[in-house]
């Protein structure tokens, strides 16, 4: 395959500094969806025959993915930007270790996926990976029959020891998240039986989505708010062609940009509107902004719409725990965004937030407090005291913890506060959206290096 370092190689690193623009304005394509590219990668390699993958973000965290699932035995090859070929093969030992970079969905989706092959390969991630929780995944692999031993308390490096002769397991994860299902059902597309996954608070559903269209036997039952996906293993699985949605994770910060920023009105196109990937819309309509969605068709079997945002004056809001599963990426910016309302924005529910990329929680109350917001800041609960449109005082230095959303929120924070913001290190931006800079530079705001 292409050496995705090559791919990597112009990615800005560093200091940057955000001042206050007005104006923003322009159409952006809503970059690809890094969930549905990391599971089209991981499908289309266990699938027999040869996936056509358009529109793949080709960020660090998938280009890692990329990587490891040619090591595993998959051939893949990039035909020019976001297309990529995949053709799938029963999947081996790696002769090297699986350097997963800074993603959670990759190692766990793929610890999952490689546990139902006579295997043995080695998981490693960076420092931040490497200091998040593997036993979530783990646990209920090792009630399937899959061997795996790690580093104290469960964290990377992690050596897993994947079987043929898998038990279907009935599962309800302790926690809200969809990494951990989908590595469960990724494992029961392998096991004897029918493998079952019940979520009180249903998470993002890609990989239920996802895994018919390529043959698997996997149906989800929903009520209210839970659902119970069942997998039932040794479907044979096919090549699929498939077109990956945008991202509304990744647009939610020009989003939220042209909310704070005076006189903007800007487009984002193509956006998934899952609703077990809006919450963040729907908080930002309850706080008044002026969002316009036009249906723009499908990718994916994802319902996509073209989104028009403008400055708007926002109202302080409560958002109700049980949204978080629906916008759990989303915090950082909606505390940004808060920051500039009008009263007071009371986030419950979030104790999650704690186990991501950073401690997410405490990094975003800092960066608030370092740009002179006032918070509350509880074991799971954020309270954000708005600034009004006039905005926070700003002029703080965010720190990032190596975390790319925290970096892009601070960006953001700087092109509406009432004096610059300078993020520590921009590097991480590339996990998620390489395109970050470019697009936002097409909309009018331009970083300074420092
Ligand atoms: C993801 C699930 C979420 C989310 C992550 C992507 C996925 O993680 O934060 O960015 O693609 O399944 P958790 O499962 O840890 O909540």
């Keep these: 395959m292409t050496d995705p370092a090559d791919m990597s190689k112009s990615r800005p690193s560093g200091a940057r500094t955000a001042r206050r623009v007005k104006g923003l304005a322009g159409t952006l394509a809503a970059p690809p969806d890094k969930s ?12 027999a025959g040869e996936s056509r993958i358009t529109g793949l973000l080709e960020s660090d965290d998938v280009l890692a993915t990329a990587r490891a699932v040619a090591a595993l035995g998959a051939e893949v090859s990039r035909d020019g930007a976001g297309a990529w070929r995949v053709s799938g093969a029963p999947w081996t030992s790696p002769a ?10 990759g190692v766990r989706l793929l610890m999952g996926a490689a546990a139902r092959f006579d295997l043995e390969a080695v998981f490693t991630g960076d420092a931040s990976l490497s200091s998040r929780p593997m036993a979530r995944v783990l646990d209920p692999l090792a009630q399937m029959g899959v061997r795996s031993e790690c580093a104290d308390g469960g964290r990377l490096p992690a050596r897993l020891f994947g079987s043929s002769r898998l038990k279907p397991i009935d599962y309800t994860p302790p926690v809200a998240s969809a990494q951990v299902k989908s590595a469960i059902l990724l494992a029961g597309l392998g096991a004897e039986g029918e493998t ?22 996997l149906t989800v039952e929903r009520d209210g708010a839970s659902a119970v996906a069942r997998v039932r293993g040794g479907a044979p699985l096919r090549a699929f062609d498939l077109d990956v949605p945008g991202d509304p994770s990744s647009a939610a910060f020009a989003t939220a940009a042209a909310l704070i920023c005076a006189d ?26 002026d969002l316009t969605l036009s249906p723009s068709g499908a990718r994916a079997g994802e319902a996509l719409v073209d989104l028009t945002v403008k400055s ?36 419950r529910g979030l104790a999650e937030l704690r186990a991501k990329e950073s401690d997410r929680l405490a990094a975003s109350a800092a960066l608030l407090q370092a740009n002179g917001v006032t918070i509350e800041l509880g074991e799971d609960t954020l309270i954000v005291e708005g600034c009004g449109p006039s905005g926070p005082p700003g002029g703080g230095l965010v720190q990032t913890h190596h975390d790319h959303r925290l970096a892009m929120s601070g960006l953001v924070m700087g092109l509406g506060a009432r004096a610059p913001v300078t993020v520590d290190d921009v590097a991480m931006i590339a996990t998620s959206y390489p395109g970050f800079f470019d697009d936002f530079a097409a909309l009018g705001a331009v970083f300074e290096a420092g």
Aim: without cysteine.
């Design 36 to 47: 549905v590219s990391h599971r089209a990668l991981i499908f289309s390699a266990l699938a």
């Design 96 to 105: 090297a270790p699986l350097d997963l970079g800074n993603s959670g969905t």
């Design 196 to 217: 079952i996954v019940r979520e009180p608070h249903a998470t993002r559903a890609h990989t239920e989505t996802m895994a018919p269209l390529y043959g698997a036997d």
């Design 264 to 289: 903007s009105a800007i487009t984002l196109s193509g956006v998934m509107t899952n609703p077990a990937r809006f919450g963040l819309y729907e908080t930002l309509q309850e706080m008044g902004a």
């Design 312 to 347: 708007s004056m926002l109202k302080g809001v409560d958002v109700p725990p049980d949204r978080a599963p629906s916008m759990i990426d989303e915090y950082p910016i909606l505390s940004v965004i808060a920051a500039f309302a009008e009263g007071r924005t009371v986030m």
